[in-house]
């Protein structure tokens, strides 16, 4: 938790380091620079530059999210390789890993309880990804091709529209859905 801290404090002092251009910039959208964050708000320097969507999640949930994402990206990059070497099978199994299942859907569910749109977002991609599985199955190079590039286009969509934002326990109970 310390450390976790720690780091948004140092996040925050780059954010505070903004050049003339950045300024410019930030200007011209109509929007002012970040002031000083006060330590109750250690991410307010990067929630007033960044306009997307918060995804709310306790620290525990954003890492494992992050985490999760680093694994997505493992296995687009094992999926590439694969449709390189003329490996459909290799392909299959890459997919698997962010393919559709009740696991998955499950976790999507948890990760979006306190953030409306995001479980269906996230739904939309693990479900577009089974269509690499199925074009794979076929040995359709040229359908595993334009699959995965709508299952990136679910990547890049979703990463426009949300960005993390670290709550407490209590305020992540009250705003979720789940129930607990
Ligand atoms: C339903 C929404 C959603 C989808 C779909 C999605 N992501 Fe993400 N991803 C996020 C969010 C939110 C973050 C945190 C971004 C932030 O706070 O700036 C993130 C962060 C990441 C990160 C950074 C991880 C880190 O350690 O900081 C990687 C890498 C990533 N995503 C890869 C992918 C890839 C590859 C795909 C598709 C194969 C994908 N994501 C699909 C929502 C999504």
Redesign the pocket.
Known sequence: MNLIRTMSSMFCLVGLALSPVDRAALAAEGKSPPTVASPAQPSAAAEAVDTRTA?RLTAMMAEH??SN??D??AA?QEIVAAIAANDMPAVERATLR?GHSDAMAQMCQHMGSATPG?TE??LG?HRTAGTITAAAQRGDRTGVNSALAA??R??VE??AA???EVVDEPTWRRLSTAGH
């Open positions: 995804l999210q992050k994402m680093r997505h990206l687009v962010i995001f977002k996230a991609f299952t990136l679910t990547c979703c990463h949300y960005r993390q």
